[in-house]
Nanobody, 115 residues
Framework: QVQLVESGGGLVQPGGSLRLSCAAS????????MDWYRQAPGKQRELVAA???????NYADYVKGRFTISGDNAKNTVALQMSSLNSDDTAVYYC?????????WGQGTQVTVSS
């Protein structure tokens, strides 16, 4: 079992920045991939960014140049630095851990971009 706890969500003005963090605990084994997904009201959950235990990263086109994912293998944490936020970024953001076809999810953290 793997437990994931996200933090760092909140209310931010358009153009602002926010940093999300995800702490993983439990049976963490490499190699693995940790992702950030988001789900806006009435929409499907979508991938935002991913990072492997080896450090490879992948981003959705709509966040490239604005969001940065980073990981700390020693602490089993992953962060998502978000900048130039706009209203379309409003969503619940979820952290996930996946390895060998098994996926674990965090409970999500709300990000609201509004003036």
């Amino acid at each position: 079992q793997v437990q994931l706890v996200e933090s760092g969500g909140g209310l931010v003005q358009p153009g602002g920045s926010l940093r999300l963090s995800c702490a993983a605990s439990g049976r963490i084994f490499s190699p693995y991939v940790m992702d950030w997904y988001r789900q806006a009201p009435g929409k499907q959950r979508e991938l935002v960014a991913a990072i492997s235990s080896g450090g490879s990263t992948n981003y959705a086109d709509y966040v490239k140049g604005r969001f940065t994912i980073s990981g700390d293998n020693a602490k089993n944490t992953v962060a998502l630095q978000m900048s130039s936020l706009n209203s379309d970024d409003t969503a619940v953001y979820y952290c996930s851990y996946r390895r060998l076809g098994v996926v674990y999810w965090g409970q999500g953290t709300q990000v609201t971009v509004s003036s």
